[in-house]
């Protein structure tokens, strides 16, 4: 009687778990399936007909998910050449977009770049410093890397990715400093 109790208690875990298991999964194929749906129905339509600054810069962003960084950037380019005609508040956007898609690319000059015009259309982009203090990392500019996580810090004092590169960064300078 005990054996059999046990034995229900374990094939109603198992099942439960395979329930979770096959919802979790169901899930992730409707919303790849969206994802697809939406990536397909953009590439054909930017590619038969010219699309709008929204539409680029949509399918730019569902390439860099899918870590198409050169096929995101063409799209990107699109977007910021459409939007200089209509919103310029989304340029910064767009240009840090760019910068990440170059970064990812490992060509951190490219992404420098277009992190500091970014910056430039909006000061106060704390993404865009942080992408920028991440890149001047990677070609091991330590003090440059530093005051643009500063920088971040100065306009938003919580910004926990500024905090922890800077902390490390400081303790990095710190040792050379002192020797």
Same mark, same amino acid.
């Given at each position: 009687?005990e054996?059999?109790?046990l034995l229900?208690t374990?094939?109603?875990?198992?099942l439960?778990?395979l +329930?979770i298991? =096959?919802a979790?999964i169901?899930?992730?194929?409707f919303? %790849?399936r969206?994802? @697809?749906?939406?990536l397909n129905r953009?590439?054909?339509?930017v590619? $038969?007909? $010219?699309g709008?600054a929204?539409e !680029? !810069?949509e399918?730019?962003? #569902?390439?860099?998910? $899918?870590?198409?960084?050169t096929q995101? %950037? +063409?799209q990107?380019?699109?977007?910021l &050449? =459409?939007?200089?005609?209509?919103v310029?508040?989304y340029?910064?956007? &767009?240009l840090n =977009?760019?910068?990440?898609?170059?970064?990812a690319?490992d060509q951190y000059? #490219? =992404?420098?770049?277009?992190?500091?015009?970014?910056l430039?259309? @909006?000061?106060?982009?704390? %993404? +865009?410093?942080n992408?920028?203090g991440?890149?001047y990392?990677?070609k091991?500019?330590t003090t440059?890397?530093? @005051?643009? !996580?500063?920088?971040a810090l100065r306009? @938003?004092p919580d910004?926990? %990715? +500024?905090?922890?590169r800077?902390?490390s960064?400081r303790?990095?300078?710190a040792?050379?400093?002192e020797a």
């Amino acid at each position: 009687m005990e054996n059999s109790n046990l034995l229900l208690t374990y094939l109603a875990t198992l099942l439960g778990l395979l +329930a979770i298991a =096959a919802a979790l999964i169901v899930r992730q194929v409707f919303k %790849t399936r969206r994802v @697809e749906t939406t990536l397909n129905r953009l590439q054909n339509k930017v590619s $038969k007909e $010219k699309g709008n600054a929204q539409e !680029y !810069y949509e399918l730019g962003s #569902l390439l860099l998910d $899918k870590k198409l960084y050169t096929q995101a %950037t +063409a799209q990107l380019k699109q977007a910021l &050449i =459409a939007f200089l005609n209509l919103v310029k508040a989304y340029i910064p956007l &767009i240009l840090n =977009a760019l910068g990440y898609a170059y970064f990812a690319q490992d060509q951190y000059d #490219l =992404a420098i770049r277009h992190y500091k015009d970014a910056l430039e259309k @909006e000061p106060g982009y704390v %993404t +865009a410093l942080n992408n920028l203090g991440h890149s001047y990392e990677r070609k091991q500019l330590t003090t440059q890397a530093l @005051e643009s !996580y500063e920088q971040a810090l100065r306009l @938003e004092p919580d910004n926990k %990715t +500024a905090k922890r590169r800077a902390d490390s960064l400081r303790k990095r300078v710190a040792p050379a400093s002192e020797a």
